[in-house]
Structure formats: C-alpha cells, structure tokens
C-alpha cells in the first residue's frame, strides 16, 4: 500500500534548518499584521535578554544578529509593498499573499523558537488583533479563487507565479501596476488545498512550479516559507500515484530520498512502485481531467461568455440595439430622464447608465459593510452556502438611509413596477471578493418549494443588478443561453425580465456571475415579485408571450 504524506510539515528542509523529520524543531516566518505599525513593533523582539535557540539547537551570536534583523527585514519589506500605490490588493496574487502572511506567517512568529525570548509580549499582541486575522477558511477560499481563475481564464500556473494574467496567444486580461509574483511556499500551499480534496489535476500543476520553484532557491535559509522541497516533492509523488502516472512518481520519490533518505515511508513507496511498473501498471498515464465539483453542465458556455473581451455582442444583433433617454410617463424622471441603452432584445435587458451617484454607491457600501455575511442559495426548501456561489451579501431595508428610499423610488420609475411590500424584496448588496463568482442561475424559482414563495407575493418577476464599484478585469454579468455578457459597467444598473408575460420562468435569463480576476466588485440587487404588477405587466393575448 502507498503510503500519503500526513499533514503540512511545520519544519523546514536541510536548507532552512533541521530535517522535516527532525522532533522539536519551530520555524519562524515573522511577518507585521498590516495596519498595526506601533503596536507591532512593540511586540517584535528586542536585541537584549537572553538569546534564542539556532536552527541547529546551539545559542550563537550570529543567530542573535539574525533575530534583531528578521523582524525589521520583514517589517520593511511589507510596508514597502503595500505603500507603493502601484501595489493594490486588487491584483488577487497580492490579495493571496497578505491573507496568506496574516494566516500563517505572523502567528509563525509567536510560535517560534526564536520567539522564546519574547514570548508573553508577542503571544499578548497576538490576542489583541486575532479575531481580526484571515482563519484557514479564509486561506483556503483564497487558494481556491486562484484555481478558480487559472480555469475560467485559462491562465497557466507558471504564469500566474511570475504576476502575469495572461491567456497563450492573446494580449494579458490584467496588467498590474506592480507585477506581485507567488514564492515556492504560495504555490505550494495552493497545490496542498487542491491535494486535500483530491483534485489532483490542480494539485499537479500547482505543486510542479512549487517545486521548480523550491529546486532554483534550494540552499537558501528562507524564514518566509511554511514548506520545503521534501514536501512538495512528496504531495506531488503521491498525486502522480493517485493520477496513475507511477512512473513520475517514483522518479519524484527518488529525489525526494536524496535529501531525506532515512524516510521510511517513501522507501516502502519507492518499493511499492517498482513493483507496480514490474507488473506493467502506471507505466504511462492518460491526460488527467479537469473536475467538475458543482456538475455544470454549461460550463464550457459559461466561461467563454467570461472570456469574450468586454462583452461583445454578435454583429446581427447590433442592428436592433439602441439608446435612448426614457421618462417611462413618470414625472419622477421628467427634470433628469434615464440613460437607457438597449442591451438585447430576447431575453429583454437593458443598461441604465448613471444609475446612481458616486455618494449614494459609497453610503450603500458604507451601511452594508458591518452586516457582510457568506451569501447563501437556495437548496429545495432551505438556504444554504454553496461552493458556486463565492460573495458576502446583505440586505438593507428602505428605512435604513434615505438614500435606499430614494433608490427605491427611482427603480419604481425606470421599471414601472409596484416597489411597495410585500411586492419586492429589500435590496441586497453583494461584495464579490478574490474570485468571486456566482455560477449560472436563474433568479426566479424554478419549483414551488422555493423560499421565494414565504413572501406570498409570487416569483420573481424581474431583476434590477446596480454596480456600484467598477473592476479591472472580470466580474462580467453572462447570460448563458442568450450568449452574451455585460461588463461592469460602474453606478449603472442592469434591468431583465425573469418571467414571461404568462407567468412562466424564461429560460434565456439563466445567468452567471464571472469570477472577479482584478477587483473589489460590489452590486446591489432588487427582486421584484409578481403580485401587484398584474397592471403593470398585463398578460399578452399570446399565450406562448
């Protein structure tokens, strides 16, 4: 039997220090939670009092020297990378990299050997801001944003570990002003989050350029990394065993013993494929494929409306778009009509541009913000998270702002529809972070036992989508059946029908949210239901309508 590698390996390999197997030995990977200059510095371990133990276990002065300078390299250079402006946590490799240090590296350092000296300041700092810090959800969830958009954008993994957001032959979907590349350890730890799942197609990729990665710095002591070479040289052994590629594994465990050759664990694997290529088995593989965890059966469809730059629409349907200024008969809009542009015709949606205010966006944000919390679907009669949907969401009533009220009253007039409860919903404002997506939906119910129906007010009879912050690539709205996408388009406000005139769910409306490649991208959404509107959307003398 093969044997997996258990756990992550806290120890550093020969390059860092004492071997992965060695017992009692710590890491140290200091690191400023970002915000805190005066109380971290307080918190960092002074040149005075007694000294640390080295690596080796043996008190030295030049282990001495290097704990007066770890902490203030990595003080510096964090505050280096996050106050040059052209360094923005909207490029999601950044993003990865803080909630990554945040998460693992800082409380490293008050865990640490070389901490011992300052033990009870840094553990008391730690308490102070640790409920504030990125947990291993947080972690993890970013991980998975990265292969999520190595997927939908077809990015490579080496170029992702270099900071470019490229796409083989066509020009780059991002150019940060700052190009933030991964370390051996940040893709290391995304092939680990891949690995434990058992997607080995991603832990593949990702492990190979840890690797790479590793073998270029191999000899170095690099407090930073989490990981060494023997560990990702072992998850990726096993997940070339486990993609029945045993050939490869063997020659990664092979190299793997050569650092480490008191491993008793790889050597029974080592035997063990041998004896397996002996019998004919894994001498070569067969390309792996990628997983569908959520089983989309649009998925192709949907990530290439993703991919289409900028939303372009097919050349026989721009004959029939317009734009126009509309009071839709309201005198609500006479003095300051709508900017309407006609986006398509089947399913009916329509862009209406300048929406809203800068000030009414930022005070929307501003109410919502305290109250973000993992937006849920839902699953036959109960609501629950979902991997498919990735967002924080909240919903504010028309009494928490005027601005809401105001908000409210103007959706009224664009759309000529009954706002007033129970006839729509509060609105909902939604913040897609690092990757985040919504996979295709439809928005009304499509079975009776939807908790859309406790409302007593019907379906949803149509969707009112405000964007109220722009992005830099990504995050576009695609209707997947209809073929085509809209980009975001800042304090515009995207307007579709999801029910036909007779009452039943129009199946062009079914929709996606495109992951967020570079970005903070917030949207505020107004359901409106179907009672109250028999007037205001009468029935068609065509059944079928």
Known sequence: MVLPPVGIWIAASPRHGPSPHTPGMGRAIPQLWFGQRVDAEAKLPSSGGDSALSPGGVNTEEHRSVLRWVPCRFYEKVQALHQDPKASVDNPLLAFSLIKRLHSDWPNVIYSDEATRNTQALHAGL???????????????????????????????????????????????????????????????????????GD????????????????????????????????????????????????????????????????????????????????????????????????????????????????????????????????????????????????????????????????????????????LQRSVVASGEKQQKAEYRISKSAWLKDTADPVVRALDRRIAA????????????????????????????????????????????GNRIATIMIYLSAVEAGGSTAFIYANFSVPVVKNAALFWWNLRRN??????????GCPVLAGDKWVANKWIHEHGQEFRRPCSADPQD
Not at 421 to 437: F, R
Request: charged share 25%; with cysteine.
């Open 503 to 512: 009452g039943n769910g129009d199946g062009d409306t079914l929709h996606a």
């Open 200 to 371: 080995y197609y991603h832990s593949i990729a990702w492990l190979e350029e840890a690797v790479s990665l590793f073998r270029l710095s191999y000899g170095s002591w690099n407090l930073e990394d989490r990981s060494s070479l023997e560990d990702a040289l072992d998850h990726l052994a096993f997940s070339y065993f486990m993609a029945g590629n045993i050939s490869h594994a063997l020659s990664l465990s092979r190299e793997f013993l050569r650092y480490d050759p008191s491993n008793q664990r790889v050597s029974r694997n080592v035997v063990k494929y041998k004896k397996l290529l002996e019998m004919g088995t894994g001498a070569s593989a067969s390309p792996l494929q990628r997983p569908n965890s959520t089983r989309l059966q649009s998925r192709d469809a949907y990530e290439e409306l993703c991919q289409r730059p900028r939303g372009q629409a097919a050349p026989e349907q721009l004959l029939h778009l317009s734009c126009s200024y509309e009071t839709n008969s309201s005198p609500y809009l006479l003095l300051q009509p709508a900017k309407k542009e006609l986006v398509r015709i089947q399913p009916y949606v329509a862009l209406y541009h300048d929406f809203i205010t800068d000030a009414e966006a930022d005070t929307i944000k501003g109410l919502a913000g305290p109250w």
């Open 127 to 197: 308490r102070e801001v640790e409920q504030e810090l990125p947990g291993a959800e947080d972690l993890d969830g970013a991980a998975r944003a990265l292969m999520r958009l190595q997927d939908v954008y077809v990015l490579s993994v080496k170029g992702l570990a270099s900071g470019v957001f490229q796409r083989a032959g066509h020009p780059p979907l991002y150019s940060p002003g700052r190009r933030v590349p991964l370390s051996a350890d940040d893709c290391f730890h995304v092939g680990k989050v891949a690995y434990d799942t």
């Open 414 to 457: 664009v759309t000529g529809l009954d706002l007033r409860p129970p006839y729509a919903e509060y609105l909902q404002v939604v913040n897609y972070g690092l990757g985040g997506h919504y996979e295709p939906h439809f928005d009304h119910a499509t079975s009776r036992k939807s908790p859309l129906y406790r409302m007593k007010s």
